[in-house]
C-alpha cells in the first residue's frame, strides 16, 4: 500500500497522452475511484492523493501485489482516459524496451571485447621462454609479475578519479568513453608489436610491457568510469509506473529495480565476455603471446567503430556546470562542521561564517547521499584485495600442481562461466521468490553475503596450499628441489582441486560487484554519478596497494599464512560493514 501511495506522490506527466485530473467530474468512475483510494490510503498510513495521475511507457518489471495492494491498483484503472488505447500503450512500450535492449547490447560488446587479455599477464611476466611446463616471455619470476600486475591493477583503477572529473565536468560520459577505448586500442597495439617473437628477441619484452601496461591502464581507468553510468543512462523512466504486458495485464514498474537489473546484465555481459580467456589461453601455449594479445585486441577495435557509428541511439547526458568545486567546498565546510554535513547548508553556513554560497540545502543532501556510498565502499577493499589472488597468485599456485595438460591460467575462466549461470538464476529466480514472500534483499544485504562467500573462498585457497606442502615431491619448496628435475615435476596434487575456489569467487561477485555498481548509481548526485562511481574503481585500487605491500609474502612458504590472514580479514570485514550500513536498508525498503 504504500508503494501505491509513493507511486501516485511521485507522477509526472508522460511522453505522450494525454494527462486527467482525478479530481475532475465530468468522469463520475475516475472521482469515485479518488475518493475510495484516499480512504483505503489512510488505512494504510498514507496521507490524501491530491495528485494528477498520468501513465507512460516504461520498460517492463513484474510485481506481485496481494490484498488490498491489489484492489488499489484495479481502481487505477478507473483513471484511465478512455481515449488510451491498451494496444497503443503496448507498442510503444515495446518499442522503447527494444531500444533500450539495442543501446544495450552494443554498449557492452565492448566491455566483453576486452577482457581476454590480462588473464595472459602472469604467465607472460612470470615464465621465461624455456619453460618446460608453462608458457611465458619475460622470465622475472612470480614475486616480481605479482608486484608489476598489482602496479598495473592499482594505476589502472586510480585513473578513473581523472576520467570521471573529466566526463562530468566538460566532455560528457559518451564522448569521454570513445577517448578512453581509442587509448585502449593503441596499448594494446603495442603489447602485441613488443610480444613477437623478433621483438622479445632483441630485448623489447619488457620496455613494451610497461609502456603497454601504462597506456591501457589510462584507457581501462576512462572505461570503468564511464561505462556503468552511461549504460544506466540509458534508462529514463520515473521512480514508479504502471505498463502493460503483451496479454493485456496491468504492471508496476519500480525504476530502482529496473536499474538493479541493468547492472546485473551489465556485470553478467563483462563475464560473457572474460569467456574468450578460454581461447587465450590455448593460443598462448600453441601459437605464441602476440596472437593471444591479437584476439581480443581486433574485437575490441571493431566493436569501437560499431559502437561509434550507432552513436545517435544513445542517450548521452552532456555535462551542465561543474558542481565538483561546489561539492568539495560544501565537504569542507562538513570538515570544519566536525564532520556534520549539514553545518554545509546555506542557511547554516550564513549564520555561523556570515557567507553566502552558491548551493542548495538539496545539494547538501544529495551530497551526504553519495558520501555514504563512498564511505561503503572503503569495505570493498579487503574484497578487492582477495579478488586479486586470482589473476596474480592462485595462477602461480596452479603452476605447482600436477595438470595434466591443463593450461595454468584457463581456471580463472570457470569464474565468468559461474557468473554467467549463477546471475540469471538470481534475478529471475531468487529475487521474485523474495519479493514473493515480501523479505528485502537490498545493496547492503547483497554485499554482505558476497564478502562472506569470498571469505570462504580465502579460507578453501589456504586449504589447498597446505595439502600442495603435504605433498611431495618438494613439499613446501614445490618445484625447486633437486626430486623435481630443475622444476619438471610439480608436487602431486591435481589442478582440478582448485575449481570450487572459482565457484565461490564467481557466487561472491554475483551478489557483490553489481549491488556495489548500483549503489554507487543510485546514491550519486545526478551530476556526480560518474565521480563517485570512480570512488568505488578506487577501492579496487586500494585493494591492490595492499597487494603491493604483500608482495614479499608472495614466496613459499610464507602464502600460506598470508591465505589464512585474508580470510579471517575478509569475515571480520563482512560483518563490521553490515553493522555499520544495515541502518540504511530501512530507507532503501521504505522507497520500494
Known amino acids: 500500500m504504500e508503494l501505491l501511495c509513493d507511486f501516485l506522490s511521485q507522477l509526472t506527466t508522460p511522453a505522450f497522452g494525454e494527462v486527467w485530473s482525478s479530481s475532475q467530474t465530468t468522469y463520475p468512475c475516475a472521482h469515485s475511484a ?72 552494443s554498449v557492452d560488446t565492448l566491455q566483453t571485447a576486452s577482457r581476454g587479455m590480462s588473464v595472459m599477464f602472469q604467465n607472460y611476466i612470470q615464465n621465461s621462454r624455456t619453460d618446460p611446463l608453462r608458457p611465458g616471455a619475460l622470465g622475472l619470476g612470480q614475486s616480481i609479475a605479482g608486484l608489476m600486475n598489482n602496479i598495473f591493477t592499482l594505476f589502472s583503477l586510480v585513473t578513473p578519479i581523472c576520467a570521471a572529473i573529466i566526463a562530468d565536468s566538460w566532455l560528457g560520459r559518451f564522448r569521454t568513453l570513445c577517448l578512453a577505448l581509442c587509448v585502449y586500442v ?32 589510462i584507457g581501462v581507468g576512462g572505461v570503468k ?79 569501437l567503430v560499431v559502437f561509434f557509428l550507432t552513436r545517435s541511439r544513445y ?46 540545502a538539496s545539494f547538501v543532501e544529495e551530497l551526504k547521499s553519495g558520501l555514504i556510498a563512498c564511505r561503503a565502499f572503503i569495505a570493498f577493499v579487503i574484497y578487492w584485495l582477495c579478488q586479486t589472488q586470482m589473476s596474480t597468485n592462485l595462477i602461480s599456485q596452479a603452476a605447482n600442481m600436477n595438470s595434466h595438460g591443463i593450461p595454468n591460467d584457463l581456471l580463472p575462466t570457470i569464474n565468468s562461466v559461474t557468473v554467467v549461470i ?74 582440478l582441486i582448485q575449481i570450487p575456489v572459482y565457484i565461490l569467487e564467481g557466487v561472491g561477485e554475483t551478489f557483490s560487484n553489481p549491488a556495489g555498481y548500483e549503489y554507487a548509481y543510485t546514491k550519486a548526485p545526478v551530476s556526480m554519478k560518474t565521480v563517485v562511481q570512480a570512488a568505488f574503481a578506487l577501492s579496487s585500487a586500494g585493494g591492490s596497494a595492499l597487494a603491493l605491500a604483500l608482495s614479499p609474502t608472495y614466496k613459499d612458504p610464507e602464502i600460506l599464512v598470508m591465505y589464512s590472514s585474508l580470510a579471517g580479514f575478509m569475515f571480520l570485514d563482512a560483518c563490521v560493514f553490515y553493522a555499520i550500513f544495515k541502518k540504511y536498508n530501512k530507507a532503501q525498503i521504505e522507497r520500494a
Open 422 to 495: 549463477f546471475l540469471p538464476i538470481l534475478q529471475h529466480v531468487v529475487n521474485p521468490a523474495l519479493r514473493r514472500v515480501k523479505l528485502a534483499f537490498p545493496p547492503v544485504n547483497r554485499m554482505t553475503v558476497g564478502f562472506i562467500v569470498e571469505a570462504m573462498a580465502m579460507a578453501y585457497v589456504a586449504g589447498i596450499q597446505r595439502l600442495i606442502y603435504n605433498n611431495g615431491p618438494c613439499f613446501d619448496r614445490p618445484r625447486q628441489c633437486t626430486a623435481s628435475h630443475y622444476g619438471d615435476i610439480p608436487n602431486q596434487v591435481h589442478i
Open 225 to 303: 568510469a564511464t561505462m556503468g553510468p552511461f549504460i544506466a543512462d540509458q534508462c529514463t523512466d520515473e521512480a514508479y509506473q504502471i505498463s502493460y504486458t503483451r496479454s493485456g495485464e496491468k504492471v508496476i514498474v519500480d525504476r530502482e529495480a529496473t536499474v538493479e537489473y541493468i547492472f546485473n546484465i551489465y556485470y553478467w555481459c563483462v563475464n560473457v565476455g572474460s569467456l574468450a580467456g578460454i581461447a587465450t589461453t590455448f593460443m598462448e601455449k600453441d601459437v605464441g603471446f602476440w596472437a593471444a594479445f591479437l584476439m581480443p585486441s581486433s574485437v575490441l577495435a571493431i566493436a
Open 315 to 360: 542517450v548521452d547526458h552532456r555535462p551542465g556546470t561543474n558542481i565538483l568545486p561546489k561539492a568539495f567546498r560544501a565537504c569542507w565546510y562538513g570538515v570544519r562542521g566536525g564532520g556534520r554535513m549539514d553545518d554545509a547548508k546555506p542557511e547554516n553556513v550564513l549564520k555561523k561564517y556570515g557567507k553566502k554560497v552558491g548551493w542548495s
Open 34 to 105: 479518488q475518493i475510495k483510494l484516499a480512504l483505503l490510503a489512510r488505512n494504510g498510513s498514507c496521507k490524501k492523493v491530491t495528485r494528477q495521475v498520468a501513465f507512460s511507457n516504461p520498460p517492463e518489471y513484474r510485481m506481485d501485489l496481494k490484498g488490498a495492494d491489489k484492489r488499489l491498483l484495479a481502481l487505477g484503472t478507473l483513471l484511465l482516459p478512455q481515449a488510451w488505447s491498451q494496444e497503443k500503450h503496448h507498442q510503444a512500450h515495446q518499442e522503447k524496451r527494444s531500444h533500450l535492449r539495442q543501446n544495450f547490447v
Open 186 to 217: 593503441v596499448g594494446t597495439m603495442i603489447l602485441i608489436i613488443t610480444s613477437l617473437p623478433v621483438s622479445l628477441a632483441h630485448g623489447a619484452g619488457l620496455p613494451g610491457m610497461i609502456v603497454a601496461m601504462f597506456v591501457i591502464g
